[in-house]
């Protein structure tokens, strides 16, 4: 350094009070960060770009469920793992018991509306529910006996949800995009007047929803990059075994006279058939001649994209159709993890169907006991039936005999 320079650096350490460049520049760092300040006087509101919500902007969110949407249409595994879901859910059906009896009547006669048709729409709403991580259901009271119908919104038609300043699970209002540039707004069932209020509502479930979030995640969501990788692994090992077997044909004349090769051209223009005889002397060489494609034996590749979406899913491999990476024991034993996650998603969806059905037996005017509720028990067959039976099974010695 020069003694110019460093009679500048005296000088910076005589106005900075003696302290070396970084020390001064990590204290203006700190100051810079700590230079927001809210200041609490009336009529004064800070902004703060981010409040704290895991809320994502709502392009991102369509974007999600396009792409959902998109994979269980041209994707067999995304597909095969939204409808298997659906089967381990629901099973057979559901088996619906109300208290009161008057109450029972009513609410079978809910269910088995020909304009509701519940025992089929559940297997459509719990796909939604999985592929699109939400689900939206507008209930359309008749004012004439008060008798409520169901129909669903897809998630992608509703870009906003307006909540309670004061608390954001309880939701107010939710937007539909229609084919009106203004949309149609939506009251939410639960702030609603059970007797007075909207004849049409809408509920609103969601499922894989972070603390502090409003809407629901698809089961999807953190595979799909793993699905179109694996497309694409397909995709590229399909073209190679293709070509691997493509080959053409060199034919060589030694000592070719002037038009020679041309009249070969000609001669040659229409590829020989399978099985053709060729007739030539010693002159005319042929020579079948394919690309020299080393395409290597990449099963372990392909094993391991599909381990990261079967663990992404929730799924062992042997659910995938995979039934070689297992012996029977072992895949109890993995199995049990996953029909765990089934039973979950099971007591989600009773509790969907419970709160529709005491919704729509409220707005009709169908009460029993103090809190204005009917007792409703919906249950599905227990995934874990099975599981537990093999357990005792297992558990359990052979009889003497």
């Not at 689900?135 to 906003?160: T, W």
Request: proline share 5%.
């Amino acid at each position: 350094m020069s003694k110019l320079g460093e009679r500048f650096e005296a000088w910076v350490a005589s106005v900075t009070g003696g302290r070396p460049r970084e020390a001064l520049e990590a204290a203006e760092a700190e100051q810079a960060v700590n230079a927001v300040v809210f200041d609490e006087e009336p009529g004064y509101t800070a902004l703060n770009p981010y409040d704290g919500a895991p809320e994502r902007p709502w392009h991102t969110v369509r974007a999600l469920l396009e792409q959902a949407a998109a994979a269980c249409d041209a994707n067999p595994l995304a597909a095969r793992l939204i409808s298997m879901t659906t089967d381990f859910v629901i099973g057979a059906g559901a088996t619906l018991r109300v208290r009161p009896a008057a109450a029972q009547a009513w609410v079978n006669a809910f269910w088995n509306h020909p304009l509701n048709h519940l025992s089929d729409r559940i297997y459509a709403w719990c796909d939604e529910l999985s592929r699109s991580g939400e689900l939206f259901l507008v209930l359309s009271r008749n004012p004439a006996d008060g008798m409520s119908y169901v129909r669903e919104v897809p998630a992608l038609q509703i870009d906003a949800i307006e909540t309670d300043p004061d608390d954001r699970e309880h939701e107010l209002r939710y937007h539909q995009l229609t084919a009106d540039v203004e949309g149609r707004w939506w009251t939410a069932a639960r702030g609603a007047d059970p007797a007075g209020g909207p004849d049409q509502v809408m509920l609103h479930y969601a499922i894989n929803r972070p603390v502090g979030a409003v809407r629901g995640r698809s089961d999807l969501a953190q595979i799909l990059p793993w699905l179109e990788r694996y497309d694409l692994w397909l995709e590229d090992r399909v073209r190679i075994n293709r070509y691997k077997g493509a080959y053409l044909w060199h034919v060589r004349l030694d000592n070719a006279q002037s038009g020679q090769l041309e009249a070969k051209r000609r001669q040659y223009t229409r590829v020989p058939r399978s099985g053709s005889i060729i007739i030539s002397d010693s002159s005319e060489h042929w020579e079948a001649v394919s690309p020299q494609i080393n395409a290597d034996d990449v099963a372990a590749d392909g094993k391991a994209i599909r381990l990261m979406i079967a663990a992404g899913a929730g799924v062992p491999l042997h659910y995938l159709a995979e039934g070689d990476s297992a012996t029977r024991a072992t895949a109890r034993e993995m199995g049990t993890p996953t029909l765990r996650r089934f039973a979950h998603r099971q007591f989600l969806f009773e509790s969907i169907l419970t709160d529709l059905i005491r919704t729509a037996a409220r707005r009709a005017g169908v009460a029993s006991g103090p809190s204005g509720e009917i007792s409703v028990t919906l249950r599905f067959e227990s995934v874990l039936s099975e599981a537990i039976r093999d357990e005792t099974a297992t558990a359990s010695p052979d009889p003497i005999r």
